[in-house]
């Protein structure tokens, strides 16, 4: 007959080490007794910082089409500028347009290093989340271990309760059946 697991068992079963005896009873109230999902959206917001914030707002901001089609029009502004509009001793940056691509090496070499940042922070939020779902799937597992268990208790007492009432229903009868006679 197959051999029920305890919480303990399926922790370490799950959790794959093998934990000290305070440590697994710490995890098991944390796993069943407390609710453990926490919103990482929130957590993050309260520890971010002026420049966590300033790095968000600037990624969001040049990765819109909106941002793309205003420096486009730029571009095409600073060329038309400079090749039709203005006469050759008024030019800005006469063709080549040395320092337009001055000016756009800057900001490339200011807006990697802050799209990065921004990644970072967007790829330690998603391993809080990874951390939460485990955390949050490994208790259901355990609920739901509990509940099999109970629902099968609940089923050997349902068998045991309707094996009485038969063999009272049998005596019943039986005893109806000598009275008849």
């Known amino acids: 007959m197959e051999t029920k697991k305890t919480k303990k068992e399926i922790v370490k079963m799950l959790l794959n080490t093998d934990l000290g005896e305070k440590d ?39 990765g ?28 800005i940056d006469p063709y080549p347009f040395i320092l337009l691509n001055l000016l756009l090496s800057c900001i490339a070499a200011l ?11 967007q790829a330690e939020k998603d391993s809080l989340r990874n951390q939460n779902d ?8 355990l609920i739901l271990e509990e509940l099999h268990d109970k629902m099968e ?12 009432l038969k063999e009272k229903d049998e005596q019943g009868s039986m005893t109806n059946e000598k009275k008849a006679k």
Do not use: C, H
């Not at 807006?111 to 922070?121: D, L, T, V």
């Not at 485990?134 to 597992?141: G, T, V």
């Open 64 to 91: 819109s089409w909106t941002f793309i089609f205003l420096f486009i029009s730029f571009l095409a502004f600073w060329i038309i500028l400079n090749v039709k509009i203005l006469s050759d001793g008024n030019k």
């Open 24 to 62: 697994e009873e710490e995890l098991l109230d944390l796993l069943v007794d407390q609710p453990i999902s926490i919103d990482v959206d929130k957590q993050e917001e309260n520890t971010m910082t002026l420049g966590d914030r300033l790095a968000d707002k600037i990624s969001e901001i040049t």
């Open 134 to 141: 485990y955390r949050i799937d490994l208790k259901s597992e």
């Open 153 to 164: 208790q609940i089923l050997k007492n349902q068998k045991k309760i309707l094996n009485e």
């Open 111 to 121: 807006q990697a290093p802050i799209i990065m940042m921004s990644q970072n922070r």
